[in-house]
């Protein structure tokens, strides 16, 4: 009685055959989180600067050393703990606020000792939490740097401002 079994052929083309289609959703899955990563920048970025904006409209004087950059009449990019001092102080002013800058559960943030694209960021609320998951660390917002993932490696990133003295507006990049 002959047994029946796959060839070595068969078999062959069995594995090639899952070999592309493991590639295919795996280029597809890389896509769709650059994607979001994306996005997320965007939204962000977008969110930091609105709550700057928010901050001068009600206070009539951009927040941290963004003023006195403004009062001098020059463009000025803040990077590092220079745009995360800006950013400290809008949060400070919109958490647990009535009437808030922005919604800072939203944003991405690391220790500010953090090197830049060296370690991995947490959202916002998961590092004011109390009893935070053992991953993750309770960040002060003083502690905090402010950034976002980078849409290729997953590394945690900074956010610049840019301060432009012609229409005396900022810019989150």
């Known amino acids: 009685m002959k047994r029946k079994a796959f060839t070595l052929v068969e ?10 289609l493991l590639t295919l959703v795996a280029t597809a899955a890389t896509g769709a ?7 997320r920048y965007n939204a962000m970025a977008i969110l930091l600067r609105e709550g700057v904006n928010t901050y001068y409209a009600r206070n009539g004087k951009w927040p941290g050393d963004l003023e006195s950059r403004a009062r001098s009449g ?5 990077t590092g703990s220079g745009a995360d001092k800006i950013f400290r102080e809008v949060v400070k002013g919109s958490v647990g606020k ?3 800058y922005l919604d800072a559960h939203g944003l991405f943030v690391a220790p500010s000792g953090i090197s830049e ?32 993932q980078d849409t290729s490696s997953g590394r945690f ?7 432009h ?4 507006s900022v810019e989150v990049k």
């Open 11 to 20: 078999l062959m083309v069995v594995v090639a055959v899952l070999a592309v």
């Open 74 to 78: 020059k463009d000025h990019t803040f």
């Open 117 to 148: 694209g060296r370690g991995s960021g947490v959202p916002f609320s998961d590092a004011r939490k109390k009893n935070p998951p053992p991953h993750i660390r309770h960040l002060n917002i003083d502690e905090m740097a402010f950034g976002y």
């Open 165 to 168: 003295s012609a229409s005396d």
């Open 33 to 39: 989180i650059r994607a979001s990563r994306e996005k």
């Open 98 to 100: 009535k009437n808030p």
């Open 157 to 163: 990133r900074r956010y610049k401002v840019v301060y």
